[in-house]
């Protein structure tokens, strides 16, 4: 493993930094992509989902569900949508889920008992911190 990593796109730097920053702060969206799975917002899906305009992207593991209705605390974002798709990944379950306003949105939680599965309505809730903008 290295202690800084530089991604390359197109035989050009993308981005350089720390294995945490590359993944937790992708500037692009093939950086984004190249380092692991993630949803990116952009346009009318930003705006109905984040508030805001603009591309972004959020983490599955950053992406909360829960039964339907939950109270979003503060200045969290929320939706509802369907589980489209349930991925057993061992440690965790990836899902897919359609929302209301018609975005697709990945999430992922720990295999800790709780079973969703396609076709279950869900709540998911987004922190704003969470959110990361893209070039």
Do not use: C, K
Not at 26 to 43: C, W
Not at 49 to 62: A, I, K, N, W
Not at 76 to 101: C, K, N, P, Q, S
Request: charged content about 25%.
């Amino acid at each position: 493993m290295s202690d800084r990593i530089a991604v390359f796109d197109h035989g050009r730097i993308a981005q350089v930094g720390t294995p945490a920053d590359i993944y937790e702060h992708p500037q692009t969206e093939f950086v984004a992509g190249f380092v692991g799975t993630s949803t990116v917002l952009r346009g009318a899906a930003a705006a109905s989902l984040l508030g805001r305009d603009g591309t972004f992207m959020v983490r599955p593991e950053r992406v909360r569900l829960s039964a339907v209705p939950d109270a979003a605390a503060g200045d969290e974002r929320h939706r509802t949508g369907t589980v489209a798709e349930v991925v057993y990944l061992g440690a965790t379950t990836r899902f897919l889920i359609d929302l209301e306003t018609g975005e697709r949105i990945t999430a992922t939680e720990p295999n800790a008992g709780g079973v969703r599965q396609r076709g279950d309505r869900v709540q998911i809730t987004i922190r704003p911190d969470d959110v990361v903008p893209l070039e």
